[in-house]
Each structure stands twice: as structure tokens, then as C-alpha cells.
């Protein structure tokens, strides 16, 4: 994995950070390189309240927040922010004001690759609205000041109409950091969990291989 200066993360809700991405974060992070998060909203609207429920509709943003920022510390992020914009709303934000505020935070943070998701390949509104912002926001830049962007696809069509991904990280060395990610996100992720933990116990060789590989399709302009 090549050293980055500086790398800049951007997803919509706690716990985007922790299926795909974690591994490489942590992996980032040990060859010495800062990550900074930033986190548009707390996933207040996120379906879930626990299992059994210890969340309300009420308590959820500041359990959301305090999920986050134990996920933050188990990858060993730096620098998170959280820019308090409302859940399953981002798809409804102005696309050029979403891209200006992406470029402010862009130009503060000076990163050498940025991580999002990739328009119209990531199901949900939030994650597609986020994604557009990012490329809008780094494809206003001159060619060669524009970070590298790399980006998490998962929709049915992905490799179909994109190809195969460009990168594919092994972070088998830092699973038990990417499961601690995870499992901090506990009110979303705890039946997910206890499945995970049972087809890992059963060496299920497509569990095996989706925690121990992480995708990434590099954003050509």
C-alpha cells in the first residue's frame, strides 16, 4: 500500500465507515499517515434502536455520536468531524452549496486521497448525493492539484458498468480493529454481528473474504 501525506475520508452516516473501509484506514494510519473523517449527519433516522432496544428515536443522534467516536478511536482516526447535516435528507441539499462546503473542507484539509462513495453505485440517496459532492467539489480543482479519489461501490451493477475494482486491500493483519469498528456502531450492528461471528466460527469462506478485502474503484475525470 503506497504512503499517503494526508488522507480525508467523507460518508454520510456513522457505521459507512466501518464495513468496507476500516482495514484500510487502519492500514493508513500504521504506515503513518493522519485521516481526517468527516461524518455529514449522526444516522438519526437509522432503523434500527438495538437489539435488544436501548435506543429511542430521541436518544439515537447522541448514541449514534458516541458509536462514532468509539469507532473513530478504534481505527485510530485523528481528526473526526461531524458537520451536522440531517439524515436521509443530503439527497435534498443544494448539489452546488453540498460541493462548496466539501471544497472548504478539501482545501483545509490538503489531502493526497480522498475515500467516498461512487455516485449512483451505493444504494442510498445520502451515499449517492455525498459522492456526487466530492467528485464535483475535487473535479472543480486543476487537474494536477485533484487528490486521488478512490471509492466504495456495492450496488447490483457495479461490475457490470464499472469493471472490476482497481484496488482491492488485504487488511487481514487488522480485521480484529475493522470487527472492533463494527461492533462500536452496536445499535445498528448488533444482530449483523452475532451472524458475522457465527460464519467466521464456521470458516464461511465469503465472510472470510469480505472482511479480510476491501474494494475501491479510483475516479477517473
Known amino acids: 500500500m503506497e504512503k499517503e501525506r494526508q488522507i ?51 436518544s439515537l443522534p447522541q448514541i449514534r455520536k458516541l458509536e462514532l467516536q468509539n469507532a473513530a478511536q478504534s481505527i485510530g482516526i485523528q481528526d473526526l468531524r461531524m458537520l451536522g447535516y440531517r439524515d436521509k435528507t443530503v439527497e435534498f441539499e443544494d448539489p452546488e452549496k453540498l460541493a462548496d462546503h466539501m471544497g472548504e473542507i478539501i482545501a483545509d484539509v490538503n489531502p493526497s486521497l480522498i475515500i467516498t462513495f461512487y455516485p449512483g453505485y451505493s444504494v442510498h440517496p445520502d451515499h449517492d448525493a455525498t459522492g456526487a459532492a466530492v467528485v464535483k467539489a475535487v473535479g472543480r480543482l486543476a487537474p494536477e492539484k485533484r487528490p486521488n479519489l478512490h471509492c466504495v461501490a456495492f450496488s447490483k451493477n457495479t461490475l457490470d458498468e464499472l469493471g472490476a475494482p482497481d484496488i482491492v486491500n488485504d487488511v487481514t493483519a487488522v480485521s480484529d480493529q475493522k470487527i472492533a469498528t463494527i461492533k462500536a456502531h452496536a445499535s445498528q450492528t448488533q444482530l449483523m454481528i452475532q451472524n458475522m461471528a457465527e460464519k467466521l466460527k464456521a470458516n464461511d469462506p465469503d465472510m472470510i473474504a469480505w472482511v479480510n478485502n476491501e474494494r475501491f474503484w479510483t475516479y477517473k475525470f
Open 8 to 58: 480525508l475520508v467523507i460518508f454520510p452516516h456513522p457505521d459507512d465507515e466501518a464495513f468496507g473501509v476500516s482495514g484500510t484506514l487502519a492500514l493508513h494510519i500504521q504506515n503513518g499517515a493522519p485521516v481526517t473523517y468527516a461524518c455529514l449527519t449522526l444516522g438519526e433516522m437509522g432503523r434500527n434502536l438495538g437489539n435488544p432496544p436501548f435506543a429511542t428515536r430521541e
